[in-house]
């Protein structure tokens, strides 16, 4: 399965990447929004996590490129942010948990 993962802070990023590659996951991962965009438009993956804030586009702009580019796209979106707003927005987007 492949997963294109997006969080810019580098150690959680590669800790992430790190544990997911531990279960067989195939991971391309990004630490800004323009290079996970520019992912998302090359390749098709079977899962997208998606951190909020990020540099560039943020992870609603990538989200919303994804479901428009991809209707049935499996994505998470991850956040330290515990407002139920953001949380809100990214269901509202079209993002699966």
């Not at 899962?47 to 580019?69: A, C, M, S, T």
């Not at 049935?72 to 515990?82: C, F, R």
């Amino acid at each position: 399965m492949k997963v294109l993962l997006l969080e810019d802070d580098f150690s959680t990023n590669a800790a992430m990447v790190h544990e997911l590659e531990e279960f067989g996951f195939i991971v391309d991962s990004c630490l800004d929004g323009e290079s996970a965009m520019n992912l998302v438009y090359e390749k098709k993956h079977d899962l997208y996590v998606l951190d909020i804030n990020v540099p560039n586009f943020d992870g609603y702009e990538v989200l919303k490129f994804i479901v428009e580019k991809y209707p049935n796209a499996l994505t998470i979106m991850i956040s330290t942010h515990i407002e139920i707003e953001y949380l809100k927005k990214a269901f509202a987007l079209g993002s699966n948990d």
